[in-house]
């Protein structure tokens, strides 16, 4: 088998509070005025203490009713990352590639990812009937090894050696891809992914990545 290399490197992020500040699920669920509660759960989810996939069906059951013309707002109420497009534009300009692995959601993500200059991206998705969200999350859902997996996919599509990948996230659903990569990064990150992390980036600045870049 010829292995070709389409890129330098490879760097890929979690999207909820890294890529973007907000959690995407905690502003789906306060159109269904039940932000709060999804949002103290999917904090618990984020520092290790709950089951990822246990945790995000049952939130994902707080979004039952509510209706898919409600991502517009979501969408607006959306705030990226500062540092986050010179971020990408400098894998750009070094000949890497920006993938995103999300446990939020593909219904946001398709929109959001190109505008923020992410090549690939990954994520759950939402069950709908009659226009409406069911509560139900459709296929297999990406939890941690699922991110861990689209990182050693994703790199070897590209033949890029591990070693040359960085990942970086916040939540405890981010430590594998973090273990997994070349350079895995703390950003912003909860108590135990900053423990565990090679690197720690505290300032909400993904620019502070760029020095970093192979
Ligand atoms: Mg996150």
């Known amino acids: 088998m010829f292995l070709t290399v389409t890129a330098r490197f490879l760097v890929v992020l979690d999207a909820d509070s890294t890529l973007i500040r907000n959690e995407v699920i905690e502003l789906i669920a306060d159109e269904a005025g039940r932000g709060a509660e999804v949002a103290a759960a999917t904090e618990a989810a984020m520092r290790g203490?709950?089951?990822?996939?246990?945790?995000?069906?049952?939130?994902?059951?707080?979004?039952?009713?509510?209706?898919?013309?409600?991502?517009?707002?979501?969408?607006?109420?959306?705030?990226?990352?500062?540092?986050?497009?010179?971020?990408?534009?400098?894998?750009?300009?070094?000949?890497?590639?920006?993938?995103?692995?999300?446990?939020?959601?593909?219904?946001?993500?398709?929109?959001?990812?190109?505008?923020?200059?992410?090549?690939?991206?990954?994520?759950?998705?939402?069950?709908?009937?009659?226009?409406?969200?069911?509560?139900?999350?459709?296929?297999?859902?990406?939890?941690?090894?699922?991110?861990?997996?689209s990182l050693a996919a994703w790199a070897a599509e590209r033949g890029v050696p591990m070693q040359r990948t960085l990942a970086i996230g916040d939540g405890a659903n981010d430590l594998k891809m973090i273990a997994a990569a070349g350079l895995g990064l703390a950003f912003n990150a909860k108590p135990r992914v900053r423990a565990e992390a090679p690197i720690l980036i505290g300032d909400v600045d993904l620019a502070q990545v760029i020095p970093l870049l192979p």
Request: net charge negative; no cysteine; hydrophobic share 40%.
């Open 49 to 149: 203490e709950t089951d990822f996939a246990t945790s995000l069906r049952s939130r994902v059951g707080a979004l039952t009713g509510v209706p898919t013309s409600a991502f517009a707002r979501v969408l607006e109420r959306i705030e990226p990352t500062p540092g986050v497009r010179e971020l990408t534009a400098a894998v750009h300009e070094r000949g890497g590639e920006v993938g995103v692995v999300s446990g939020g959601f593909h219904e946001i993500l398709d929109t959001l990812a190109p505008t923020l200059g992410v090549d690939v991206w990954r994520a759950n998705r939402l069950e709908v009937a009659d226009g409406m969200l069911t509560g139900e999350v459709r296929g297999e859902i990406v939890d941690a090894e699922a991110k861990a997996e």
